[in-house]
Nanobody, 123 residues
Framework: QVQLVESGGGLVQAGTSLTLSCAVS????????MGWHRQAPGKERELVAI???????KYAESVKDRFTISMDNEKKAIDLQMSNLKPEDTAVYYC?????????????????WGEGTQVTVSS
C-alpha cells in the first residue's frame, strides 16, 4: 500500500526557517511529480510547490523567493525548505504525489495525499 509520510512541521517565529519532508513508502513504479499544498483556516487548499520527474519546479507566487523544493529520487522523498517565514504561511501542509503503480497486468497513475502537518508562524 502506497503512503506518503510527512515530517517537519511545528511552531516557529516569523523570519525563521523550517524544512518539511515527505517520503513515499510502498511498492511503486515511478513518481511523476511530488509537491506540497497548504490549507489555512477558512481558506481553500492551494498549491505551494511541486517538482516533476524532470526536476522542473513550480511555486506559488507568495513563496517563490522564500521556499525551495527538492527531490531525492533514490529515497523517493522531497524536502521543502522554507525561509523567512511569515504569519500568513500558517497552515496545514499536505504532501502530494502522482505515482505510477502496477498490479502486473496494468499500470496506474494516481494521486496520493499525506495526512498533513501543521506549520504555525508566530509574529
Amino acid at each position: 500500500q502506497v503512503q506518503l509520510v510527512e515530517s517537519g512541521g511545528g511552531l516557529v517565529q516569523a523570519g525563521t526557517s523550517l524544512t518539511l519532508s515527505c517520503a513515499v513508502s510502498g511498492s511503486i513504479v515511478s513518481i511523476n511529480a511530488m509537491g506540497w499544498h497548504r490549507q489555512a483556516p477558512g481558506k481553500e487548499r492551494e498549491l505551494v510547490a511541486i517538482i516533476g520527474r524532470d526536476s522542473s519546479t513550480k511555486y506559488a507566487e507568495s513563496v517563490k523567493d522564500r521556499f525551495t523544493i527538492s527531490m531525492d529520487n533514490e529515497k523517493k522523498a522531497i524536502d521543502l525548505q522554507m525561509s523567512n517565514l511569515k504569519p500568513e504561511d500558517t497552515a496545514v501542509y499536505y504532501c502530494y504525489a502522482e505515482i505510477e503503480t502496477t498490479d502486473y497486468s496494468s499500470h496506474y497513475l494516481s494521486p496520493y495525499w499525506g495526512e498533513g502537518t501543521q506549520v504555525t508562524v508566530s509574529s
